[in-house]
């Protein structure tokens, strides 16, 4: 967390991702005698919302290519690379200071 400047992830939430934890209630266990935090990651404000929402709009779908075309013995992988989209656009909007 040294490199990224922060403590704990609830800072790097605030601070890259522009969301944080709230909690709702304390919701019942119904398998156990114990209750339930409910809680939700919101963005921090109307600007950090905003730029979530649209940039969610931005990208649908996938891109998929094939570099290689054949039979392939070891296991592949595809990435979904939507969450990544959205880290980018928010890291580009939080550096040219357009939300804090």
């Known amino acids: 967390m040294d490199y990224m400047h922060v403590d704990n992830i609830e800072d790097f ?3 890259y ?7 709702h209630a304390n919701l019942k266990n119904p398998d156990r005698p114990a209750y339930l935090a409910d809680t939700s990651l919101n963005p921090i404000n109307d600007k950090a919302d905003s730029v979530q929402r649209y940039a969610s709009y931005a990208y649908h779908g996938g891109y998929n290519s094939c570099s290689e075309v054949g039979y392939f013995p ?3 992988y595809d990435y979904d690379l939507k ?5 980018l656009c ?8 357009r939300i804090p």
């Open 83 to 87: 969450m990544l989209i959205l880290l």
């Open 90 to 97: 928010a890291l580009c909007l939080i550096l040219t200071g």
């Open 13 to 15: 939430n605030r601070k």
């Open 74 to 76: 070891q296991e592949t």
């Open 17 to 23: 991702r522009g969301i944080e934890k709230v909690s």
